[in-house]
């Protein structure tokens, strides 16, 4: 049981250390002066799901969500 406890925390420390780069890859939310002119409503505004962000933004959910799982494993009394 110990062996196992060993294996879920390294993957915890791994998991959190990917969802702190994905978070610093991505931009920030707010569009600048480009929104201004209208500049957000491109190819890449509205095909952002599709692109580089996208991807990161979906890594992201996947990587929280493996976070507050083993946070939750390894905070149960089993162990």
């Known amino acids: 049981m110990e062996a196992l406890k060993i294996v879920i925390t390294i ?3 791994l998991v959190c250390l990917a969802l702190t780069v994905l978070v610093l890859m ?3 939310k707010s569009a600048g002066l480009g929104s201004i002119s209208g ?8 095909n952002k799901g599709r692109s580089m962000e996208g991807m990161l933004v979906k890594t992201t959910k996947v990587a929280a969500v493996l976070f507050m799982l083993f946070a ?5 009394s089993v162990f």
Do not use: R
């Open 26 to 28: 991505q931009e920030g």
């Open 39 to 46: 500049a957000a409503e491109t190819y890449w505004g509205k």
């Open 11 to 13: 993957l915890f420390i």
């Open 72 to 76: 939750v494993i390894l905070n149960l």
